[in-house]
């Protein structure tokens, strides 16, 4: 861990590399009898991350991969309608993998997850590249790139455009 400016590097460009083709992975060998998986991500940097693990799983799957948008009032979740960019009767039956960069309280997850109870996926699981373990909500990722033990005080942020990085202020 760098510390810099106040800042302290969590994970470089190269671990969120690394940590998101063994996700790829661990998502492939639990899904490993699948024709078909949907990853959706929370709009935006979850997004990002469901293309990246879309474009790992083409490479080692013959499944067909989905990546779809939610977009959701992380603040309120129950202010805004959570919007999926993906018809949801398509998922009846399906695997569905809900992604995010960060996973706090489990709220936004939980939330997520809603709306998806109107129908019947066959599974509906959970990736993130940063897990910090502060959970009000009874939601657990089945997938996670690095846990951190952090106060709350802490924010972890997450870069992926330029130079991928993630770090805690």
């Known amino acids: 861990m760098d ?4 800042k ?14 063994r996700i790829a992975y ?10 078909e998986l949907f990853l959706i991500g929370v709009k935006t940097r979850g997004t990002q991350i469901a293309k990246v693990l879309a474009n790992h799983l083409g490479n080692i799957t013959d499944a067909t991969i989905a990546v779809s948008t939610l977009t959701i009032n992380k603040a309120n979740p129950i202010n805004e309608a959570i919007e999926y960019k ?9 695997v569905v993998i809900l992604v ?12 997520s997850i809603k709306p998806l109870l109107d129908f019947l996926p066959k599974k509906i699981q959970i990736a993130v590249l940063v897990d910090r373990m502060h959970k009000k909500f009874p939601i657990q990722a089945d997938y996670v790139g690095t846990q951190l033990s952090t106060s709350m005080q802490e924010y972890v942020k997450v870069n992926l455009d330029d130079e991928a990085l993630v770090y805690l202020e």
């Open 100 to 111: 995010d960069d960060v996973s706090n309280s489990g709220r936004t997850l939980c939330y």
């Open 86 to 94: 993906v018809d949801l009767k398509k998922l009846n039956n399906k």
């Open 26 to 35: 661990q998502i492939a060998e639990n899904n490993y009898d699948e024709n």
């Open 8 to 21: 302290t590097k969590i994970l470089d460009s190269e671990s969120i590399a690394a940590k998101l083709k």
């Open 3 to 6: 510390k810099a400016n106040n």
